[in-house]
């Protein structure tokens, strides 16, 4: 009974040992412990793998494609130093320049009085332009009057420009207003006119008769030549 009894435990702490052991190896089969390994996936380029970019990525441009830009809110061009600026126009559509301030242009205006006596149907006044000078002229201003029964048929200024010795006419527009029987002429007009040696103001009427006085007012300024 006692070696019965000795065999039994024996077999217990056999099975017991031997149950621990077992539990201590390895399992195989499925397990929920993930295991890195590469993957190969082959994909031809008509069926891509969609991919979604993860932080910074280069993009490299080939050739030179056509790009549509699109603004959107208020754009600042800035320039950086001081670039060379080419300018395309030709002879024939040249770039419109002004000088602003004019620093050689000598200011100068003078009131001339033109008279036609009886008999004389127009008659001319002149300015006398300093030697080596320019007379650019800008306005010019006139007012006369003569009897109802005539007609001052133009006003106009007459200039120069040497070599040429002849006096050019430049027309200019008239107003007449009637009043108590005396017809009153105006002019005030703005031009651009030029003029050396000498600039004239002139006006004639019809019919010859009697006397008519013009007053002329002309404005501009001189350069030196």
Do not use: C
Not at 47 to 74: C, F, M, W
Not at 133 to 142: D, G, I, N, Q, Y
């Amino acid at each position: 009974m006692k070696k019965l009894k000795h065999y039994l435990t024996a077999s217990i702490g056999l099975i017991l040992f031997v149950s621990v052991i077992a539990l201590s190896l390895p399992q195989t089969g499925h397990s929920n412990v993930a295991i890195d390994k590469d993957v190969r996936v082959i994909n031809t380029p008509a069926e891509p793998i969609p991919v979604v970019a993860q932080g910074t990525t280069n993009v490299a441009v080939s050739n030179t494609p056509t790009v549509n830009a699109k603004q959107s809110g208020a754009w600042s061009v800035g320039i950086t130093g001081t670039p060379t600026v080419q300018v395309g126009n030709s002879g024939t559509n040249p770039v419109l320049t002004r000088d602003v301030d004019r620093p050689t242009a000598q200011p100068f205006q003078q009131e001339v009085m033109v008279t036609v006596n009886d008999g004389e149907s127009g008659q001319n006044g002149f300015i006398t332009v300093p030697a080596g000078k320019l007379f650019v002229v800008e306005h010019v201003s006139a007012l006369g009057s003569a009897p109802a029964d005539q007609t001052i048929d133009n006003a106009g200024v007459l200039t120069r420009i040497l070599p040429d010795l002849t006096q050019r006419q430049h027309y200019l527009n008239i107003t007449k207003q009637e009043s108590a029987g005396i017809n009153f002429y105006r002019v005030s007009q703005q031009v651009k006119l030029y003029g050396n040696g000498s600039v004239g103001v002139r006006f004639s009427r019809f019919p010859a008769v009697g006397t008519v006085t013009f007053r002329f007012t002309v404005s501009g300024y001189f350069v030196d030549q």
